[in-house]
């Protein structure tokens, strides 16, 4: 197959309420979005890139550069016959692994629309619904925390990961885990902590917790390993797994007993398959991760989360948990269980909404053969 056409567009989308981590502060999807054209169909990728370059190096103008100077250009020349071609087709490029996903992803969904395939069936997916959970960001006080937390639990979320850092770590934990006894109980330090906090972090094992998410640098993977020794709770490692090698890497350095798999950081759903298939190896549990993506990103995540390996709930919420309105038109609803369904539709199975998709979009090129 020859690629035709690609439209990229940076958009906008505003969040029905600010998203605060321990670094950064995010309003709205500031992502990328893929439109690959080719033999009469199409196919949609998002690239979850943030503002600022707070989660990794990336950024929407980085990732905006990246895709029309260098991506584009690269995916339109020469054949592409499978979609796992593409990871290997941008292997040249150093980094930028989110810009390269939003292409990835695309050429996923458009080979599985002109194959009739659901992207679950491609990637080997076992799972009609996935278990999903919420990720909570920091609140300013632990009232409104318990608040917010409420409101999830009663929509039918069975998961909650909670957003920590220095100062906001144990108290909102202990008034969380004291308030739902059986809650599935998570956290993210977002690489806020150093080895110095060890014992300070070891306190955390006082109250259940699935996992700690990465505590330490976003490039780390040493000083995990001596954490995790000092502490019972599992680490799970987001940032510092970029690669397949990584995980590697992770997994014979014992730097974490769990990884979150977030495709778009490892540079699209090949690279996050691998990964799978390491860990499962391994005998180390995986999880989806997310970037708080529109429709389009997030029909990736949940095809990828049901593969076998992905045993606990991912940070997969429903659309209307970030969006008042979703760039699709058959957006994601919790089923009770807190599930979301995996689409069983060619491709992706999302319906863009275009209309909607082009009010909130900045700026858009097309770049063809
Ligand atoms: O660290 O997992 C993270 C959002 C943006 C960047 C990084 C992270 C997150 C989340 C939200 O925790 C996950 C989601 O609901 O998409
Ligand atoms: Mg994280």
């Not at 197959?1 to 999807?29: C, D, H």
């Not at 778009?264 to 993506?293: D, K, N, Q, Y």
């Amino acid at each position: 197959m020859k690629i035709e056409q690609i439209e990229i567009r940076r958009i906008e989308l505003p969040f029905v309420a600010p998203f605060e981590t321990s670094g950064w502060r995010e309003y709205a999807n500031h992502s990328l979005i893929v439109r690959l054209s080719a033999e009469g169909a199409e196919g949609w990728g998002e690239a979850p890139v943030g503002m600022g370059p707070w989660y990794n190096e990336e950024t929407q103008s980085t990732a905006w550069a990246m895709a029309r100077e260098y991506l584009a250009p690269m995916l339109l020349d020469g054949e592409l016959s499978r979609p796992e071609e593409v990871d290997a087709r941008f292997e040249r490029v150093r980094g930028n692994r989110i810009a390269r996903s939003g292409f990835e992803f695309a050429a996923w969904d458009l080979f599985g629309r002109l194959e009739g395939r659901s992207l679950s069936q491609m990637l080997g997916g076992t799972r009609e619904r996935v278990e999903v959970g919420v990720s909570v960001g920091v609140q300013p006080d632990i009232d409104s925390l318990l608040r917010v937390v409420a409101g999830y639990v009663e929509a039918g979320y069975r998961r909650v990961k909670l957003k920590i850092k220095p100062g906001w770590d144990l108290e909102p934990t202990r008034a969380v885990r004291e308030a739902w006894p059986g809650l599935l109980l998570q956290v993210d330090a977002n690489s806020i902590y150093s080895l110095d906090h060890a014992e300070h972090l070891a306190r955390l094992d006082a109250f259940g917790l699935l996992l700690i998410e990465q505590p330490l640098a976003h490039d780390d993977i040493i000083d995990h390993a001596k954490l995790q020794r000092r502490l019972m709770t599992p680490i799970c490692l987001d940032e510092s797994i970029v690669s397949p090698d990584h995980a590697r890497w992770a997994l014979e350095l014992k730097a974490c007993r769990v990884i979150n798999i977030k495709p778009s950081r490892v540079g699209g759903l090949t690279a996050a398959r691998r990964i799978h298939a390491m860990a499962a190896e391994a005998g180390v549990p995986v999880w989806c991760g997310g970037m708080l993506e529109t429709g389009i990103g997030r029909a990736a995540n949940v095809a990828l989360a049901s593969l076998p390996n992905f045993s606990l709930p991912g940070d997969i919420s429903a659309s209307d948990r970030y969006f008042q309105r979703d760039v699709v038109a058959n957006p994601f609803m919790l089923n009770p269980e807190s599930t979301l369904s995996v689409p069983t539709a060619p491709g992706t199975g999302v319906v863009v909404d275009e209309a909607f998709l082009d009010s909130v979009t900045l700026e858009k090129v097309i770049v063809a053969r």
